[in-house]
């Protein structure tokens, strides 16, 4: 064998051990389930905004709020919970966005992880203008007819005993929905963590007019979709349906659609890194919330067509944990407010609006009914506020 033969060898044993670590790579982290949409909308999906006109910011943290993470002891659920209705005022009262309003907070409660006293206290942060409560799950091997049961036994109760949750127009309970473990519409290929095919047809009928379930990225549920506003139908198989859908705003909705609202999925590259970071839109421990990723929010660019101008941002995270805690109540969420008001301040076309899970939802629908009036006046377009909702927002602290 020449020299120029054996260089040509190890040359494609080096080709092919680098696209099987790529290939590796890719399917570690789930990316062959998004990574072909990502490439197809950052070539083709561009924002219609002029550079010059204004860009009102949407940000929406959906909080999959569990107090009995890791099994702990009833006392220290007791403090997970206590820290936020003591913290969250103490540090955020003082902050306002561009139409007045405190920070706002959505706590996704998990009905499976019930405690009375605990969704108490939660309600009575929410109704001094800080948040609002909405139905989080985790189930397994669980039927249609259960779950069926499940999620109209606790939006009534809900409702009803603790005063939360918003009202259709018919003065039934509304409610937003976060699925436990990422696997919406039985979505996991192992079948777990939920069993219910068909599973957005339940949610429709029982009162939910909006997922806010992903991105689930890297997690193997993560959809082909990402970076929408849409709505989706039950397919003929019955699982991970909201693998596709329609754009809100560029058709009527289907007969029996579930709205399915987004956070930002993007790959963002470092410099000095081989290879880019999955950017999910996620806060918690060593993802913290800072100006350089709310960039990379407003880039993922999630809007209704109607109204590019405004970029939806659903972040998430699991904030009960006191290892989460300390980014959420603390120095770096502080400070991400305080940038927030600055760059407001010194830029006249950006304008940030604290929104929760439901006043996300009105937006849309504001938005794809071609709303032109101030996004103040549509924050209950169509879902209303818990009937004890408390319209005055706390004083802000010297």
């Known amino acids: 064998m020449s020299l120029l033969q054996i260089i040509l060898l190890i040359s494609c044993i080096f080709v092919m051990a680098f696209f099987a670590l790529v290939n590796w790579q890719i399917r570690r982290r789930n990316l062959q389930n998004w990574l072909g949409s990502y490439f197809v909308q950052s070539v083709s999906r561009k924002s219609k905004r002029s550079q010059s006109s204004p860009v009102h910011v949407l940000l929406c943290i959906a909080d999959h709020f569990e107090p009995a993470w890791g099994d702990p002891s009833p006392e220290i659920a007791d403090q997970r919970v206590a820290a936020w209705t003591s913290e969250y005022p103490r540090l955020f009262s003082q902050f306002r966005d561009s139409d007045g309003r405190p920070p706002r907070h959505t706590f996704f409660y ?11 206290v939660i309600a009575e942060l929410c109704r ?42 018919d003065g039934r ?8 473990n990422w696997a919406l519409d039985n979505s996991r290929p192992d079948g777990r963590w939920c069993g219910v095919n068909h599973e957005l047809d339940v949610l429709s009928r029982t009162g939910c007019y909006a997922d806010f379930t992903l991105p689930s990225a890297p997690d193997a549920t993560q959809t082909r979709r990402i970076n929408s506003i849409y709505y989706a139908v039950s397919n003929s198989r019955g699982r991970k349906s909201h693998d596709v859908g329609i754009d809100v705003g560029t058709a009527p909705a289907p007969p029996g659609a579930l709205m399915l609202i987004q956070g930002p999925l993007l790959l963002s590259w470092s410099r000095g890194r081989l290879k880019p970071r999955i950017e999910n839109g996620c806060i918690q421990r060593g993802q913290v919330p800072t100006m350089a990723r709310l960039d990379q929010w407003i880039k993922a660019n999630v809007h209704v067509a109607q109204r590019p101008d405004w970029v939806f941002v659903k972040l998430h995270t699991h904030g009960a944990t ?34 929760t899970a439901r006043e996300m939802y009105n ?22 506020p818990p009937a004890s909702d408390n319209p005055q927002f706390p004083t802000v602290k010297p």
Not at 140 to 159: G, I, Q
Not at 331 to 343: C, I, N, Q, T
């Open 322 to 355: 006191e290892a989460n805690q300390k980014v959420l109540l603390g120095d770096a969420m502080v400070e991400f407010h305080r940038s927030l008001a600055r760059r407001a301040a010194q830029d006249e076309r950006f304008r940030f609006h604290y929104v």
């Open 363 to 384: 937006l849309a629908k504001a938005a794809e009914a071609g709303w032109q009036g101030p996004i103040l006046s549509a924050r209950d377009f169509c879902i209303a």
């Open 173 to 180: 309970p509304a409610y937003g929905f976060v699925h436990g």
């Open 128 to 169: 001094h203008g800080f948040g609002e409560v909405e139905i989080h799950l985790h189930h397994d091997h669980d039927t249609a007819e259960n779950l069926d049961h499940t999620l109209r036994r606790f939006s009534k109760l809900f409702s009803e005993r603790h005063g939360l949750l918003g009202r259709a127009t």
């Open 110 to 120: 998990p009905i499976d992880q019930y405690v009375p006293r605990h969704v108490d």
